[in-house]
């Protein structure tokens, strides 16, 4: 059967306190409404509505590109009134799905288990025990246990506020019976609203049966609606990340000292110390090390690699193994080969570095081509922008370059070159010589170091 799904995304988010719009909040840097359309997305036979009234504009150019229905609820009427701003849209014969934009955390299988209840005379609710209800709309069941309505907080007198069984929101029913409640909805109740809620009394009215399912984890059916939620939910994504990547055997020296906002594909044997954040999509091959507090986005690692603890890396491929750091930073467009070791304060940047090569201390490699076997010395700069145009430096294979020196670009340095220390070379150097450009060093006799003068 076709199913259609109406994710509700209208509401304000006032206690987000933020210019904006609530379901662009992000968890694990992908806003809300995304989390919940990837998971309607992997569902078959599918067409998804999104209705969308606060910040509707900035949602829908914020995720222009998902092939959905966007549905404007220009007033907030209630959860009522928005599904039924998609009302003549569903086909009789569908099954509707009812979700929310800021309920990010609900899980495929979840959703499996209320389809699976959902039938031509059966209305399938996710509910959940609370120990604390306060806020939700209640379950009220008769003596037999079955389900007559759901009352609102609001509404709800001394007894029904006891119960624990709460209203998640999400629904599923069949597409006609679904429209026909719609089109019975009042808005006679403490808070003037269209609930959506009270459909669960007249499907009852009309025999229908609510089969009732819950969650295996409370979790998975929470809101945000302010930061203190947001980031709770942060941290319940951020471990089912970190179980999912032990689940294929990396080793996270501590799983809540982990953040993932983006993909990462893992080899074998990969072992990762606490407080390293992923962004974007990464690829680390077999037997990678990374020490803690690393910052590494958009990167590939090779197998063998280790990487020391506080390493910033962008936008940079690095090949088997290396060793990196530690406090190395790796700009965009870097790309090493097998076998470098780029220590300790040491920043490169849209380069390549030839296998086998070194750069272990405190320098600058920008814009440049380094061969292969070679050496850096400490301090190194390559001087590659005179404050209007970039250059670029060539670094021919086996070179060595001294300690202290700047390369003032456009340069190349010869092959097997060496560079004396403290020079500054600004013109090619050839392969197999030494090349230096100190002055000669000078003692003055009988100088003398000045003193201080007495203040007045
Ligand atoms: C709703 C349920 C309540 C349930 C709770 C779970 C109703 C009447 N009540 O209450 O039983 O326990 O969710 O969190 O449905 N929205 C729109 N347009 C509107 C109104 C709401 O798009 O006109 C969207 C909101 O953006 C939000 C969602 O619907 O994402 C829920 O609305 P909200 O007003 O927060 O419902 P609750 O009062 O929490
Ligand atoms: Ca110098």
């Known amino acids: 059967m076709n199913l259609i799904t109406i994710i509700l995304a209208a509401g304000k988010g006032t206690r987000m ?137 609001k509404d709800a007198n001394a007894t029904e506020k006891t119960i624990t069984e709460v209203n998640t929101g999400i629904l599923a029913v069949q597409g006609k019976a679904l429209k026909k409640w719609l089109a019975q909805l009042d808005n006679n109740n403490a808070q003037g609203e269209y609930y959506l809620t009270d459909i669960i009394a007249l499907a009852v009215a009309d025999s229908f049966e609510i089969a009732t399912t819950s969650p295996s984890n409370e979790d998975e059916v929470l809101g945000v609606n302010d930061k203190i939620q947001l980031a709770h939910l942060e941290r319940v994504y951020q471990l089912q990340q970190a179980q999912n990547l032990m689940r294929q055997g990396v080793t996270l020296r501590d799983p809540m000292r982990f953040d993932l906002r983006g993909n990462l594909d893992v080899g074998q044997d990969v072992e990762i110390d606490v407080n390293v954040i992923f962004e974007g999509e990464n690829r680390i091959g077999d037997n990678v090390k990374i020490g803690a507090n690393c910052s590494i986005k958009n990167a590939t690692i090779e197998d063998e690699v280790i990487i020391l603890p506080n390493c910033v890396i962008e936008n940079a491929v690095v090949g088997a193994n290396s060793r990196i750091g530690p406090f190395a930073r790796l700009r965009p467009e870097t790309v090493l080969a097998n076998d470098t070791h780029i220590g300790n304060f040491v920043e490169i940047k849209k380069s390549v570095i030839g296998q086998g090569s070194k750069v272990n201390h405190l320098s600058y490699i920008g814009d440049s081509l380094v061969g292969k076997k070679v050496n850096i010395g400490a301090g190194t700069i390559t001087c590659n922008y005179d404050g209007v145009n970039k250059f670029q430096t060539i670094i021919e294979d086996g070179a060595f370059i001294g300690s202290d020196t700047q390369l003032v670009a456009p340069v190349t340095v010869g092959k097997n070159a060496t560079i004396g220390a403290g020079s500054t070379i600004t013109k090619d150097t050839p392969d197999e010589q030494l090349t230096l450009s100190r002055s000669k060093q000078l003692s003055v006799p009988n100088w003398q170091r000045p003193v201080k003068k007495e203040k007045l």
């Open 17 to 153: 306190r933020s210019q904006l719009p609530k379901v662009l909040h992000s968890i694990g840097d992908k806003p809300l409404l995304r989390h919940v359309y990837d998971l309607s997305a992997g569902l078959r036979n599918n067409t998804i509505h999104i209705v969308i009234g606060h910040g509707a504009e900035r949602v829908q150019q914020t995720l222009a590109k998902l092939p959905v229905n966007w549905i404007e609820q220009t007033q907030q009427l209630g959860t009522g009134h928005a599904v039924q701003q998609v009302s003549s849209q569903i086909d009789d014969n569908s099954i509707a799905l009812i979700l929310y934009g800021d309920v990010p955390l609900l899980q495929a299988e979840t959703l499996e288990k209320l389809l699976s209840k959902t039938n031509e005379k059966t209305l399938a609710l996710l509910t959940v025990n609370l120990k604390n209800p306060a806020g939700y709309g209640r379950i009220v069941r008769d003596d037999s246990g079955k389900v007559l309505r759901i009352v609102e907080e």
